[in-house]
């Protein structure tokens, strides 16, 4: 049985693997900012670089179907976070920081570009 596709087994390790991946992003995010005490969101910035990477190295892979939404969407996809960068930017913004508002947009769009180019590299 499959729904949208994907079947029924897919989607329970989709959610199974995303929770824990945003569990994990969740520790190591904790664990950065508590060794690196700055308003800057560090732990943010390496868990979308590490995503970012592992998205590209996955790139170069033959996943495909199922295994891929399970893998990119499922685990990768709950692993980094959008919308935690844009409000750590907002945040940033907001405590009069936009010189570190700004660094957070621009570092987090080159290096993440870059480490998807490093992955798929890698694997290419």
């Not at 994990?24 to 970012?52: C, H, K, M, Q, W």
């Not at 892979?61 to 990119?72: M, S, Y």
């Not at 913004?93 to 490093?118: E, I, R």
């Amino acid at each position: 049985m499959s729904i949208f596709g994907l079947e029924i087994l897919g989607w329970l390790l989709v959610g199974l693997l995303g929770g824990l991946a945003a569990g994990a992003r969740y520790l190591l995010d904790a664990e950065i900012s508590r060794l690196v005490d700055s308003p800057f969101p560090f732990g943010i910035l390496v868990v979308n670089l590490t995503g970012s990477f592992l998205l590209g190295l996955l790139s170069g892979t033959v996943l495909h179907g199922q295994a891929l939404v399970i893998v990119a969407g499922g685990v990768i996809g709950s692993f980094t976070t959008f919308s935690t960068w844009i409000l750590d930017t907002r945040l940033l913004q907001m405590a009069d920081l936009a010189k570190l508002a700004w660094l957070n947009l621009s570092l987090s769009l080159a290096c993440g570009l870059a480490a998807v180019a490093l992955g798929q590299t890698i694997t290419g």
